[in-house]
T-cell receptor, first 113, second 116 residues
């Protein structure tokens, strides 16, 4: 079945760039998403990318998509302590936009001052 | 932007009682809402799709009679955990898709349920 994999933990120093990686299996996914979750809170949408795009940049965030390898990454430039959170990669169920998502396990980002 | 409000944020109940969780879309209409469950330090698992005007669609392995879903209006879906047991303790999060193709899911802030 469909699966989304992420590394579980990443530690960086404040000011450095963070790169969080994700692989997925459903090649028909139309949209791929990055969500942020702070402790005890819900999910905050960070950004999303349409499957026919290779890259999307939004201020400090850069999303790279390699559809051939089914690899998605999120780069956070100039990482701040407030960026410490769990980051979830998610793919949409199949083609189109059903609104149903499959989530990865989440990557805990630790930012050291 | 689109906002989804979920209530309550935390609830503690005794085994055998029922708990209702509300999910509201505040500035848009949602004919469909999604209920997810998150275990500690784990990912989110889709439980069911709530459909306005029709029955909810449950994912495999989710007990329909335990997790009752009612989509009462275009802005409100409720999840009722019936006859709760300690193993039902979890973080429940609702979501709704925004308008337009590709519009991402907008999530509520979640409900931490603890069953004692």
């Amino acid at each position: 079945g469909e699966d989304v994999e992420q590394s579980l933990f990443l530690s960086v120093r404040e000011g450095d760039s963070s790169v969080i990686n994700c692989t997925y299996t459903d090649s028909s996914s139309t949209y791929l998403y990055w969500y942020k979750q702070e402790p005890g809170a819900g999910l905050q949408l960070l950004t999303y990318i349409f499957s026919n795009m290779d890259m999307k940049q939004d201020q400090r965030l850069t999303v790279l998509l390699n559809k051939k390898d089914k690899h998605l990454s999120l780069r956070i430039a100039d990482t701040q302590t407030g960026d410490s959170a769990i980051y979830f990669c998610a793919e949409s169920y199949g083609s189109g936009n059903t609104g149903k998502l499959i989530f990865g396990q989440g990557t805990t980002l630790q930012v050291k001052p | 932007g689109a906002v989804v409000s979920q209530h309550p944020s935390r609830v503690i109940c005794k085994s055998g009682t029922s708990v209702k969780i509300e999910c509201r879309s505040l500035d848009f209409q949602a004919t469909t809402m999604f209920w997810y469950r998150q275990f500690p330090k784990q990912s989110l698992m889709l439980m069911a799709t709530s459909n306005e005007g029709s029955k909810a669609t449950y994912e495999q392995g989710v007990e329909k009679d335990k997790f009752l879903i009612n989509h009462a209006s275009l802005t409100l879906s409720t999840l009722t955990v019936t006859s709760a047991h300690p193993e039902d303790s979890s973080f429940y999060i609702c979501s709704a898709p925004g308008a337009g193709e590709g519009s991402p899911l907008h999530f509520g802030n979640g409900t931490r349920l603890t069953v004692t």
